[in-house]
């Protein structure tokens, strides 16, 4: 008898393919095992066996494999269930699910490049045979493909010892440049432990009385860190050295004398004092009360979501939970969206878990992401807690006890593209019940969707809705900036009252952060005689114009030119600008406070290395006295100083086509909102608007989310959106204009002969044309009791039957499941 196994590959091919292996093969594969394979005339995959079994393949012949990656399952059964279920859910390959899941290094294949890594020492000694000429070969080579190796070397079985260069870390693969993630890091120091003892003191002390700066220097480390402590907590060497007056040398010398101990310590962005942040984090009333609700809604139910207010120490809740699910030596997942796993939260969750934290960021670099999977497969001590964006929920968990989902309304939590399009937060929910692990989905401004899942007891609800220390909510203030218009109480953009308001926090020396939603200086460039604007060669955009590099920018495809003096369509000077950006916000500023440090945070500003947490943290040393920002300065961070934060005009965001506009533009508003007046003066949040009776800026006024969630939800059965109806979006795309025309007409119309009323389109997008490629979109809505399984089907044989259509082959679809 024959055996064979099933192999994924990462590929976007429905299938599994068979191939053929040796009876010892068989009885040595696992499901979950890496195996190299050929792959049609003469590449190579790595795939993960999904089957071990003894049936032939019906249509083709099965090949034999190359080789065996693996000793034991890298991926567990836990995920390959997973991957089966992100595969139907979100309508693609199990092959792409994998490419999503496993880190670049674990999949090598015939085309992967390999080079030999920077910057470090290759003891020749440590190498094994096969390992020795490969590095050999790379020495003369920069970088080659495996193939190249497998010709070079003569054998096929190249693939393990790359490997193991690369988990050595002399070697890399597909080396993409990743901006390290660094935490910040601070000097301390402390008094040497033997000088805990009161004897050893006074005689140092006595010592010290012919070196009196360093004797002040000891004194003044005592001073800082509590009398009774004498020394023994750590202090910033900064700190020590400003408030005892001493040089850098003077403290420097202590240190060489074993008197001081040195420490390099990850500081938290915000200073709080590490004695209150230990271990014994006591919860007040409300706190307690809604940890209590939770751990009872856990009991009859697997998801609950915690509705708490900005500010109101949702953080502390998690970190309760996540005690009790390590001590009962589970694993616990913290997701968060990218943008909020900062140093801050990092700092906060390592000062109560210390060592047991392992952070999963996207700019971690590759073989920094191998470690991270090879840890939790492991089961590693030092993996018990991954706080990650994301991608985590791939990991090779199989004990989790815990899912939180922080931020849970997020849209970062949506993958786009590539596949597989999924939602993390849906995928962690259907992650807990496979794993029987509970889900807390947490949100101060919760999405529709979560909120009617509890709504309707689909999930336990817990409020909390109280802020930490009592301090207050923000004062929320609305400017009808039509009204100021008309009394000519504007300068540029801003309002009488927003300046006044900025005056006062300033002269408070208080910070102010104001919000505007789109970058770059003004949108767009207009002819004031022709009307012409310059459009993006590749994409039907219009350029926007950036005041900093004076280029005029395409924010789909990165073309830029030079800003224009004259109309490119009449030669007309005369050329204005129109709409307002974050630069022209900044820009105005200056003119305004010329005294005053102004930052700029963007895509723009944060994209150099760690340009997001320069400005982050020169805003939280005060060294910037107004933050202009994108929605970036919404997201969970904690400033102490910040007393004003301004919207600069919300009907951009009321007023974008899509139908979770509205609710979109609450969670922004409230979310900036958050971040005025977190300690315990009040602070004061100005809306600046056209529309001040708009039924969502009333509703953010007065904080009211149940009546934004009531309203809206009306809204979504009306027009028969989510949560009542399900949406996939179907895209073609491709450089011929008509065939993308034609093609979508045919699909509209099969789908409709199957759906009738419930397919909306074709249509093109509001920008149809990217990088030189064509856009229509197509919209299926389900209602409540439509099988959504079968609809996927009949949706997939509908495709099938579109792509054998020849006059259509240079027209891709991209399926999108839960498209918002
Ligand atoms: P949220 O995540 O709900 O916006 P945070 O968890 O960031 O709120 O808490 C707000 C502030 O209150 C933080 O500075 C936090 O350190 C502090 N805080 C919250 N709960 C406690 C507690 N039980 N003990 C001490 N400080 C707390
Ligand atoms: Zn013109
Ligand atoms: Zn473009």
């Known amino acids: 008898m024959p055996f064979f196994i099933n192999v994924i590959l990462p590929l976007p091919l429905e299938k599994h393919f068979t191939y053929n292996v040796s009876k010892e093969e068989a009885q040595f594969l696992k499901p979950g095992m890496r195996v190299a394979v050929p792959f049609g005339k003469s590449k190579i995959y790595t795939g993960i066996v999904s089957e071990v079994h003894q049936r032939p393949p019906e249509v083709y012949e099965a090949k034999p494999i190359e080789q065996i990656l693996d000793k034991t399952p890298l991926v567990t059964a836990g995920q390959l269930k997973m991957w089966s279920w992100v595969a139907s859910y979100y309508m693609c390959s199990e092959g792409e699910v994998l490419r999503a899941a496993l880190p670049g290094p674990f999949l090598l294949e015939s085309e992967t490049i390999v080079q030999l890594a920077k910057d470090v020492e290759i003891d020749d000694d440590a190498l094994s045979d096969d390992e020795f000429l490969l590095v050999e070969a790379l020495q003369t080579k920069s970088s080659l493909k495996i193939n190249e190796i497998i010709q070079l070397l003569d054998r096929k079985t190249v693939l393990p010892i790359i490997n193991s260069l690369v988990e050595k870390k002399l070697a890399v693969v597909n080396q993409e440049i990743y901006e390290q993630y660094k935490p910040k890091v601070e000097r301390f120091v402390k008094l040497h432990d033997r000088y805990l003892e009161e004897a050893a003191m006074h005689e140092l002390l ?14 003044t480390l005592f001073g800082i860190s509590a009398k009774s402590a004498k020394g023994k907590y750590s202090v910033k060497v900064s700190e020590l050295a400003r408030k005892s007056g001493a040089s850098a040398s003077v403290i420097k010398s202590l240190i060489d004398k074993g008197v001081l101990e040195e420490l390099k310590l990850e500081i938290s962005r915000f200073s709080f004092d590490l004695e209150n942040h230990g271990k014994n984090l006591q919860l007040n009333e409300y706190q307690e009360k809604a940890l209590q609700e939770i751990k009872s809604s856990f009991e009859s139910q697997d998801v609950c979501l915690l509705h708490g207010i900005t500010s109101s120490g949702k953080t502390e809740i998690y970190v309760k939970l996540i005690e009790k699910a390590i001590s009962q030596g589970k694993q616990v997942l913290y997701l968060l969206p990218e943008i909020a796993l900062t140093a801050q939260l990092i700092a906060r969750l390592q000062n109560y878990f210390g060592e047991q934290v392992l952070i999963f960021h996207s700019r971690y670099s590759v073989n920094e992401r191998v470690e991270v999977y090879q840890s939790v497969l492991q089961n590693k001590e030092t993996a018990r807690i991954v706080i990650g964006v994301r991608s985590s929920i791939f990991l090779p968990f199989h004990d989790l006890g815990l ?16 596949a597989p399009r999924y939602h993390a937060r849906d995928t962690a929910v259907v992650l807990g019940k496979l794993q029987d692990a509970k889900v807390l989905l947490g949100s101060a401004t919760p999405s529709l969707e979560s909120y009617f899942n509890a709504d309707h007891s689909k999930y336990g609800l817990v409020n909390l809705a109280r802020r930490y220390g009592d301090v207050l909510l923000p004062e929320i203030e609305i400017v009808d900036i039509k009204e100021k218009h008309r009394k000519k109480r504007m300068t540029g953009h801003f309002s009488d009252r927003l300046l006044e308001e900025i005056k006062e926090t300033l002269k408070n020396k208080e910070q102010v952060i104001l919000f505007q939603n ?13 009307g012409h604007s310059p459009q993006c060669p590749n994409c039907d955009v219009s350029l926007t114009y950036h005041s900093h590099s004076n280029q005029l920018r395409c924010h789909y495809c990165g073309y830029h030119m030079a800003m224009q003096q004259k109309c490119m369509a009449c030669d007309s000077p005369e050329l204005s600008t129109k709409g307002l950006g974050t630069e022209q916000v900044e820009t105005e500023l200056k003119a305004l406070f010329p005294d005053h440090k102004i930052g700029r945070m963007d895509l723009d500003t944060t994209r150099g290395k760690q340009g997001y947490e320069k400005i982050i943290s020169a805003f939280e040393e005060e060294k910037i006295d107004i933050l202009v920002g994108t929605q970036m300065v919404t997201k969970g961070l904690d400033f102490r100083n910040v007393r004003l934060v301004g919207i600069m005009n919300a009907d951009t965001l009321l007023n974008f086509p899509d139908f979770r506009a509205h609710e979109r533009s609450f969670q922004l508003m409230l979310q900036v909102a958050g971040r005025a007046g977190r300690t315990q003066k009040r602070g004061l949040v100005l809306i ?32 028969k959106y989510p949560p009542f109806y399900r949406l996939i979006k179907i895209s073609l795309k491709g450089r011929d204009y008509s065939r993308v025309n034609e093609g979508a007409d045919w699909l509209a119309l099969s789908l409709k002969n ?10 093109f997008p509001p920008v149809a044309r990217i990088r030189n490629e064509y856009y229509k979109n197509i919209l299926v809505k389900i209602p409540q009791g439509q099988s959504l399984s079968k609809t996927k089907k009949l949706i997939g044989r509908i495709l099938q039957s579109f792509k054998a259509i020849g006059a259509y082959r240079g027209v891709k679809t991209v399926i999108n499941v839960d498209p918002y």
């Not at 006595?206 to 004194?219: S, T």
């Not at 899912?403 to 590539?418: A, C, G, L, N």
């Not at 789109?518 to 005689?529: A, K, Q, Y």
Request: hydrophobic share 25%; net charge negative; proline share 6%.
């Open 206 to 219: 006595d010592d010290l009385n012919r070196a009196p700066k360093q004797r002040e220097v000891i004194f």
């Open 403 to 418: 899912v939180i989902v922080d931020e849970e309304h997020e849209s970062t939590f949506k993958q786009y593209d590539p």
């Open 518 to 530: 789109r970058r770059g200086f003004s949108p767009i460039l207009e002819c004031n005689t022709c």
């Open 688 to 719: 600046q608007t056209f529309n001040p009776h708009h039924q969502i800026v009333q509703q953010v006024s007065t904080n009211s989310y149940h009546e934004m969630y009531k309203e809206q939800l009306e809204e979504r059965r009306n027009y």
């Open 754 to 763: 199957t759906f009738r009323e419930h397919v909306l389109g074709p249509e």
